[in-house]
Structure formats: C-alpha cells, structure tokens
C-alpha cells in the first residue's frame, strides 16, 4: 500500500493572473510549477495548513476561500490528496523563502510551464471551469 499525503494549494488570483511558484531545485519534483501550498499535518484543518504553507514558504498571510477542486493523483511511491482552495493575499510581499520563484500567469500562460502530475490535472481542471469567474 503506498503512502498517502494530503496536500493543499492556494489558487490565488489578481486582476486576471494567477500565482504559481516553482519547486527548490533540491525538493521532490524539482523546479517544477504549482499552485503555492504544501502538506496537512495531522489533525490540521487544510486551511489552517494553507495559511500556514503560504507564510512558511513566501512570507504572506492570505485568507483562504472556498474549495475549488480536489484531485487525487498516484505517483510512484506515494498517493495524494490535493485540495485546492481559493485563497488573498491580506499582507506581506511574497519572498523566496522555501520556493525558488514565482510567476503571475494568465490561464492560458500555465501551458507554458511544467507541472507535477498531481497540479497538472487541477490546472486542466480549472483552466475549463474557471475562466473568468473569480
């Protein structure tokens, strides 16, 4: 049986783009491109767990919505389970603290960049059912 992680992301949007960051390039998948998040810990609410991946890793407090999307995705040693919520920037100026860059995108620009299995099926995902209605 393969190992299961609960992942959470935050599809943050400003004025038709979208925040992406990119993986450190020592991080599993390596300098691949997601939704900013990262994993639940035990007994934590995704929410909680998003506020606190987003300040951990960029230094910005968000305010985190509703569910948009929720994806699982089996990789080779591993399973996840990956939320997707909305998510606004409330203060701080994003830094590189635990990414290795980020972007703001427009939907049809995700094409461009690569994405881990799990993120690329959300993407698909979303690019369809959420077009221009944030």
């Known amino acids: 049986m393969l190992r299961r992680i609960r992942v959470v992301a935050g599809m943050i949007e400003?004025?038709?783009?979208y925040l992406?960051?990119?993986?450190?390039p020592q991080a599993t998948l390596p300098l691949?491109?997601?939704f900013p998040g990262g994993r639940v810990e035990s007994g934590e609410p995704d929410e909680a767990a998003l506020a606190r991946e987003?300040?951990?890793?960029?230094?910005?407090?968000?305010?985190?919505?509703?569910?948009v999307?929720?994806?699982e995705h089996v990789y080779e040693d591993y399973e996840v389970e990956f939320m997707v919520y909305r998510a606004r920037i409330v203060s701080g100026v994003i830094r590189h603290i635990k990414v290795h860059d980020h972007r703001w995108v427009t939907a049809s620009e995700l094409d461009e960049y690569e994405f881990p299995g799990a993120d690329s099926r959300s993407m698909d995902l979303l690019i369809k059912g959420d077009r221009g209605d944030a």
Request: proline share 0%.
């Open 54 to 67: 987003l300040e951990e890793e960029m230094g910005i407090v968000v305010e985190v919505g509703d569910q």
């Open 14 to 17: 400003q004025q038709g783009l």
């Open 32 to 34: 691949l491109w997601e």
């Open 69 to 71: 999307l929720e994806v």
């Open 20 to 24: 992406i960051t990119q993986r450190r």
